[in-house]
């Protein structure tokens, strides 16, 4: 029986925790001996011209050996790096003329120990003059005030044209609705770190905590005007990145930069104060939703006009809303899709990517105008949805905005989650307490997703993989995939076992290091598995055949009669006992590696259908989440238990979503939510058990038939909570509310749908 | 996330720590659990030179019955008195409100005597004790004083607590069995309430009648929901009576509730925490 399928328990985890894994922070290496520590100066202005700025109290104080503003740094200011936006819109190093959010960056301070670095940094005497600050979309679109007065405009990019004005011609019912897709902070355990030291042969070796240490390296090269040849980054463990990991931080290659300036290692560790203004955010979109058909149900034309806050420098904001486009249709097959998208630049910390990235936004959005449609028309949203559904297809479907769906089956995820969930019942107890006028209603939300996942993100949609089979019969596997929770170490040592027949626990995996392993596209966009992994398939594979072909030799038979028996992990001649010659044997007499490369012929679009159950106190308006029952297709199924912990971290963040978080700024640009005190991200006690119903449609673009899953649950359950919480007080007249749907602002709809009926 | 430079002076008894107190003035803060003070150190909201640490100061954990009072020492942790039999029954408001401050490892650390001398308007445990009425035992350079409670919380961070005392125990009346109900209103549920209503009956008349009413996060400081108690006490319904529990409060405005909000949820709360006290 294959290993693959089957439930191996993570390998990863005695050693998280026991002794707790090597974070950037943690490292002992003798490279980073004597470090200077360094501790950022950042603007507490959200928008202000940079009057003038004194170190010179800071330099003489305890342990400081230097402080750098902006007129002590000669690098290149960091050039936005997308082709859309405008080229003006660079950043530099530290802010010398203008600040251009909360956080953004002044000076450093060096210190010997880290604590004097904190009480250097308040002797740094910043002289801002405010200016008024672009908080929303709509002050960024108005160009009122410009956040880059060079580049004219606050316009980063642009997505589509405007829907004509007979788009909706025809229908009989249209409803429209403004929807917030908020502003959230990614909030990993482990916040940003960094370390680097120069070494006698000229090269420069650079630890931090990223999801991709190959294109770490590039960016870091690129922006330093480093040949990449002498740069060596390391990725040691990392605690969690949700996307806001992806790529460098112009800290990480100042922690470089100071190291070479002062002759020493320099080290850096960010507090979560600081992380959370410094980070990048996610989301951040203002939608405008509208969708009109026949009272009969059926959907003829869908509309999303999406207005993304990129923040203050270009990451990948301006790309976001591309995939929100690129996902406009959904699971859906209505006849008219429109969908523009415009990215603006604001005085806010910068956005990129968060579990998710863009996708969310699209499934959000159809998700909540199916519903409202649902509501106008008086229609079970159960059967709108499986009215407007595509039908199944094994064969490659193109939509309206260009994307190539793979495989799906949406009707049959939906018709599973409704069973599974108990949906007649659900909606029989919910007409008994509205009949009641309980206090406490029931809520019942629904979404129907398909998402993109491995992608190409611009390092192609493929992954390079390694494997080695030791002397001893261990194995080592190079992945350029960089695993921060995952269980990479667990399901790529499962792929390798299957082909090799090398035990799971004789089988180290290796990531994170460009000397090791010099090409990677890292982890992001749920491509690990269908590309890494797929790739350690085929490293694996390509191994036995060399193997094969070297005790063929050896045994002087033709390779073709040779077989491979796993349980041995030996060739032997077939019908011919006691002949063999195992991987470990071959091994001794010269190293057995290969290094190979999968390259995915495309994308694929996994898929699901979320049920959840919400209970509202209408008194009060908070929302109790009851029950979360989810199908999520994601192809087969290479460590279940694997599947299952993304399952479940993504349907808590979207849970969290739909119900808690929301980065807030004042009308200043002040940040509201800047400790873990204010930012109330979501823990246990605010959510059930979930309930997961197993669906698995092969995709045909890699051989293990393996769509992505990191995202899937975010993606099903934002909405899927979102629409439960509106239909709770549906019957009070409410029709739309805003995420976070805070209880504030549950009891204001209530109150006023309550209001308005009375009039 | 690192406090600014402070001395740390280890008292061994109150009158060391007193006398720390006499010798460094408005510069010393004692410190207890310290789950509320390093916090605001850590983010350099508070930068005290002197921290007077009492955590080591033998006999300031206990709960026990004096006359028709319960006395709860200083030091003694949430987590002590969530658990502790004493507590459960005679004051049993107490040891549940305990069991909802924070998170495990708060309520490992944090004291009563520091919740209460932190004057935090949106405390649990000063909401629960304003309600019972009783006293907070405070000892100075002139030796110890009693200050009843609902004279102890003066205003935003504010007591009756003098720059040289240390409080060494509350005072509460024994409730036994009669009705209490301690409703606190979060989004989360490690968080601090945005607001929370405690309601206590009394057996001897003590605070206000029939039931002692107090709220947290209505006013600078914990308050006692006045007119609800006198409504309470001339005859008036639970419902009646709830209906008054905003009157004469100042709710802040923050982005969990605004002052309409909060004023809304201190009526529903009082409501829903008499009914439970008056079934109980």
């Known amino acids: 029986m294959s290993i693959l399928g089957t439930r191996v328990v993570r390998t990863e985890d005695a050693l998280f925790l026991t002794r707790g894994a090597t974070y950037t922070d943690d490292l002992v290496d003798d490279r980073l001996t004597g470090a200077l520590h360094a501790t950022f100066v950042r603007s507490q202005v959200a928008h202000g011209r940079v009057l003038a700025v004194d170190a010179s109290a800071a330099r003489e104080a305890d342990g400081v050996v230097a402080v750098y503003t902006a007129e002590d740094v000669d690098l290149v200011p960091i050039p936005p790096g997308r082709p859309m936006v405008p080229p003006a819109m660079t950043r530099p190093w530290f802010a010398g003329d203008t600040v251009r959010f909360v956080g953004d960056l002044i000076a450093v301070v060096l210190t010997e120990e880290r604590y004097q670095g904190e009480d250097a940094a308040e002797l740094v005497s910043v002289d801002i003059e405010p200016l008024p600050a672009v908080v929303t979309t709509a002050d960024a ?38 929807v917030v897709n908020q502003r959230v902070a990614p909030v990993p355990l482990e916040t940003r770190a960094a370390a680097a030291a120069w070494g006698e042969d000229g090269r420069v070796t650079i630890f931090c905590s990223n999801q991709g240490a190959q294109q770490a390296k590039a960016q870091i090269a690129g922006w330093l005007g480093l040949d990449p040849a002498v740069v060596h980054l390391v990725t040691p463990d990392v605690g969690g990145g949700f996307g806001a990991k992806i790529g460098a931080d112009p800290e990480f290659a100042l922690v470089a930069w100071l190291a070479r300036q002062t002759g020493r290692p320099v080290t850096w560790v960010e507090s979560r104060s600081e992380n959370l203004v410094g980070m990048l955010h996610g989301r951040g979109q203002d939608q405008v939703v509208a969708i009109g058909g026949r009272r009969d149900g059926t959907v003829q034309a869908y509309s999303l006009v999406v207005d993304q806050d990129c923040g203050a420098y270009p990451r990948l904001g301006p790309v976001l809303p591309r995939l929100t486009v690129l996902m406009a249709p959904a699971v859906y097959a209505f006849p008219k899709v429109h969908a523009q998208a415009r990215a603006v630049a604001t005085n806010t910390t910068p956005i990129g990517a968060y579990r998710g990235a863009g996708r969310p936004e699209a499934t959000a959005a159809v998700e909540r105008a199916v519903d409202l449609f649902a509501a106008e028309i008086g229609m079970d949203p159960a059967e709108v949805r499986r009215k407007n559904l595509l039908p199944a297809f094994s064969e490659p479907h193109t939509t309206a905005t260009g994307a190539v769906y793979d495989s799906g089956d949406y009707a049959a995820a939906l018709d599973k989650v409704l069973a599974a969930g108990g949906y007649g019942e659900l909606r029989a107890e919910q007409a008994r307490r509205r009949e009641r006028g309980d206090v406490r209603q029931l809520g019942i939300g629904l979404s129907v997703y398909v998402e993109i996942t491995g992608a190409d993100n611009g390092l192609g949609a493929g992954e390079s993989a390694g494997m080695e089979v030791h002397p001893d019969g261990t194995a080592t596997v190079l992945t350029g995939t960089s695993p921060h929770g995952q269980g990479h170490a667990t399901a790529w040592a499962m792929i390798a076992s299957e082909q090799t027949g090398i035990p799971v626990d004789r089988i180290t995996v290796v990531h994170g290091d460009t000397d090791l392993i010099p090409r990677g596209a890292g982890t992001m966009g749920s491509r690990s598995l269908q590309q890494g992994g797929v790739a350690v398939h085929r490293a694996a594979t390509e191994l036995v055949e060399l193997a094969r072909q070297r005790a063929a030799e050896q045994l002087e038979a033709d390779p073709a009669d040779l077989e491979f028996d796993l349980g041995s992990a030996a060739l032997g001649v077939r019908g011919t006992p006691g002949t063999g010659v195992t991987l470990a044997q071959l091994a001794e007499q010269e190293p057995l590696l290969v290094r190979t490369r999968f390259d995915a012929g495309g994308p694929t679009f996994p898929f699901g259908a979320h049920l959840v159950v919400v209970e509202v106190d209408t008194e009060s308006g908070k929302a109790e989440v009851l029950r979360v029952v989810t199908v999520d297709d994601a192809g087969t199924i290479v460590n279940p238990l694997l599947a299952e912990g993304q399952r479940h971290g993504g349907i808590a963040q979207g849970v969290a979503q739909a119900l808690l978080e929301e980065v807030r700024y004042d009308a200043d640009g002040n940040p509201q939510t800047s400790t873990l005190a204010d930012y109330p991200f979501v823990s246990a006690t605010e959510l059930p058990s979930f309930e997961l119903v197993d669906m698995a449609t092969p995709t045909p673009m890699n051989p293990l038939g393996a769509k992505g899953i990191g995202e899937s649950g975010t993606i099903g359950s934002t909405p899927a909570v979102h629409n439960a919480v509106i239909d709770a007080v549906a019957h009070l007249g409410v029709r739309h509310i805003d995420m976070p749907t805070t209880p504030m602002k549950v009891w204001r709809a209530v109150q006023q749908a309550q209001q308005e009926g009375t009039h | 996330m690192i406090p600014g430079p402070f001395e740390l002076v280890r008292a061994t008894s109150v009158d060391e720590a007193v006398a720390a107190l006499v010798e460094h003035g408005d510069d010393a803060k004692i410190l207890a659990g310290g789950h509320s003070l390093l916090p605001l150190m850590k983010l350099r909201l508070a930068m005290p030179g002197v921290l007077v640490d009492i955590g080591g100061i033998p006999g300031m954990s206990y709960v026990r019955v004096e006359g028709d009072e319960v006395a709860i020492g200083a030091g003694t942790r949430h987590h002590e008195l969530e658990k502790d039999a004493v ?38 445990l000063p909401t629960a004790l304003l309600a019972l009425g009783g006293d907070v035992v405070v000892q100075g350079p002139d030796g110890r004083r009693t200050v009843p409670l609902t004279e102890f919380f003066l205003g935003f961070f504010e007591t009756a607590l003098a720059e040289d005392e240390v409080i060494v125990e509350i005072r509460v009346p024994r409730t036994g069995s009669a009705g209490w109900a301690y409703e606190k209103f979060t989004r989360r549920a490690n968080d601090w309430p945005i607001v929370a209503v405690a309601a206590v009956g009394h057996r001897t008349g003590g605070v206000g009648g029939p039931y002692g009413v107090a709220l947290a996060n209505m006013a600078g400081s914990v308050v006692r929901a006045t007119a609800t108690e006198e409504a309470l006490a001339r005859g008036a319904s639970i419902a009646e009576a709830a209906a008054l529990a905003d009157e004469g409060t100042n709710p802040s405005a923050d982005m969990h509730a605004d002052q309409e909000y909060r004023r809304h949820l201190a009526r529903l709360l009082t409501r829903r925490a008499l009914e439970r006290a008056a079934a109980a």
Do not use: Y
Request: overall charge negative; glycine content about 12%.
């Open chain 1, 141 to 178: 679109l108005a160009d009122e005030v410009l956040v880059f007065p060079e580049a004219g405009t606050n316009l980063m990019a642009a997505f589509g044209e405007p829907a004509p004005a007979d788009f909706f011609d025809g229908c009989e019912v249209v409803v429209r609705q403004a």
């Open chain 2, 87 to 124: 507590a459960a029954a005679e004051v049993p408001i107490l040891p549940c409100t305990a069991g909802q401050v924070g998170d495990p490892q708060v309520r490992h650390r944090g004291t009563i005597g520091g919740t209460v001398a932190h004057g935090d308007p949106a405390s649990d």
